[in-house]
């Protein structure tokens, strides 16, 4: 079972607000100068001018981040698993304990695929046939309870700090 997820952000109706609002300054800005002789500092201009977009942009830079941290998580070794007081050999012959990744045979690490449908839509999927069952959890048909180790967690959770610090980045 193949493990999705889609991140949809509003950047394109923001960025369109705001590049109508900082053309109606410019207007405004270029009519002061003309009529009042109103002196205004280039680099303000400028300041405001890297606003357009910057929705977009840091909606992009904020999937490249999580794109690379999804695979972070599942190259930690901080995961537990059932019987972890004994080692266990892994199919690719490692012997591991406890702690431990979720990298096996690189199956699922490889699996990943990212599309990003347009400008505000990205998708992640894991094809591996057991993605879903890692990230969640599952009882195996002998009757084996495996833990879940939900790599995308960790990610979600530190997305909206990654994004306020990107947008602080993109307005300065």
């Known amino acids: 079972m193949t493990y999705q997820l889609r991140f949809e952000s509003n950047a394109f109706r923001a960025d369109s607000a705001i590049g109508k609002a900082l053309d109606a300054l410019q207007r405004t800005i270029n009519g002061a100068k003309r009529i009042a002789g109103v002196r205004i500092k280039e680099e303000e201009v400028n300041r405001l001018v890297r606003l357009k977009g910057v929705n977009q942009r840091v909606f992009a830079r904020a999937m490249d981040w999580a794109d690379n941290d999804f695979d972070q998580q599942i190259s930690d070794e901080k995961w537990g698993w059932k019987g972890a007081d004994k080692p266990t050999r892994r199919k690719n012959g ?70 306020k610090t990107l947008f602080e980045e993109g307005t300065k």
């Open 94 to 163: 490692q012997i591991v304990t406890e702690p431990r990744d979720i990298i096996d045979t690189s199956r699922l690490l490889d699996s990943k695929r990212r599309e990003d449908v347009n400008s505000s839509v990205t998708e992640f999927e894991w094809t591996a046939p057991y993605a879903g069952g890692v990230h969640d959890g599952y009882t195996a048909k002998g009757g084996g309870v495996n833990p879940a180790r939900p790599w995308t967690e960790e990610t979600i959770e530190d997305l909206d700090e990654v994004i």
